[in-house]
């Protein structure tokens, strides 16, 4: 069973950044892949990043490649979601997710490969 909180949410400019971190609970947190995903109000969940158990493998979404980077700290039990140049539409409420992993270079992008949800943290990004 792994837990996940997430952080760093908030209102930010066009243009501005923000760094979302998602804190893991348990002793094998290396073991894990994790994703972002993201949810707009009357839209699906969608993906939005994510990366491998060992760091090697990251994916991103074609709206976010050059703008958002994924990083994990396996000491911290931490992942970490960089948000630069920020859009209107990248407006969301962000989760975090993990999944035991099966390969060390597995970069899950599908929501249903993922098993640990967090509850998420508002992005709000106003014009």
């Known amino acids: 069973q792994v837990q996940l909180v997430e952080s760093g949410g908030g209102l930010v400019q066009v243009g501005g950044s923000l760094r979302l971190s998602c804190a893991a609970s348990?002793?094998?947190?290396?073991?894990?892949?994790m994703g972002w995903f993201r949810q707009a109000p009357g839209k699906e969940r969608e993906f939005v990043a994510a990366?491998?158990?060992?760091?090697?493998?990251?994916n991103y979404v074609d709206s976010v490649k050059g703008r958002f980077s994924i990083s994990r700290d396996n000491a911290k039990n931490t992942v970490y979601l960089q948000m630069n140049s920020l859009k209107p539409e990248d407006t969301a409420v962000y989760c975090c997710?993990?999944?035991?992993?099966?390969?060390?270079?597995?970069?899950?992008?599908?929501?249903?490969?993922?098993?640990?949800w967090g509850q998420g943290t508002q992005v709000t990004v106003s014009s």
């Open positions: 997710a993990a999944r035991v992993a099966i390969a060390t270079i597995w970069a899950p992008t599908r929501r249903m490969e993922y098993s640990y």
């Open positions: 348990g002793r094998t947190f290396s073991s894990y892949a």
């Open positions: 990366i491998s158990s060992s760091g090697g493998r990251t």
